[in-house]
């Protein structure tokens, strides 16, 4: 008979996470029976899987590695407001990546939160002087709305 602890844990990226432990200063899953701060209600994901945490934890150049605890895939920049101010709370570090392009380790963050801007990629507006986008979106997305054909 295989017990419920087993079956959570093999579950890996398919645990959600419910909170933050600040004695032990480790991610709580639902699986796990410990007093914690619960992590706030977010419209994206928040993954501590060691399978989704992996390419967060080496810069381009593959010279620096730096494995954070979690990693933040914002619904909505609201999810990045309430992690900041949580992560703000434990003293956890936090480092913003977009398509990961940086070496020296720049948007990597041992032990701490990655926030990976890639879907926050909308072009809000542009006009003759400047362009209001989100922090995702790429060079070549802009210029290619930016050019005429």
Request: charged letters at 20%; glycine letters at 8%; one cysteine or more.
């Amino acid at each position: 008979m295989v017990s419920r602890r087993a079956v959570l844990s093999g579950l890996g990226a398919a645990t959600l996470v419910m909170g933050f432990d600040p004695v032990t200063r480790t991610w709580i899953s639902e699986a796990h029976a410990a007093t914690f701060d619960r992590v706030p209600a977010l419209d994206g994901q928040l993954q501590t899987d060691p399978a989704s945490l992996q390419p967060y934890a080496e810069d381009v150049g593959k010279v620096i590695f730096n494995t954070p605890v979690a990693v933040l895939l914002p619904g909505s920049v609201k999810d990045i407001q309430k992690m900041v101010r949580f992560c703000r709370r434990y003293e956890i570090k936090i480092s913003m990546r977009g398509q990961g392009h940086t070496t020296n380790g720049y948007s990597q963050v041992a032990g701490g939160l990655v926030i990976d801007m890639r879907a926050m990629n909308k072009i809000h507006s542009i006009d003759r002087h400047s362009a209001d986008v989100d922090a995702g979106v790429k060079w070549s997305a802009l210029l290619e709305a930016t050019t005429p054909l």
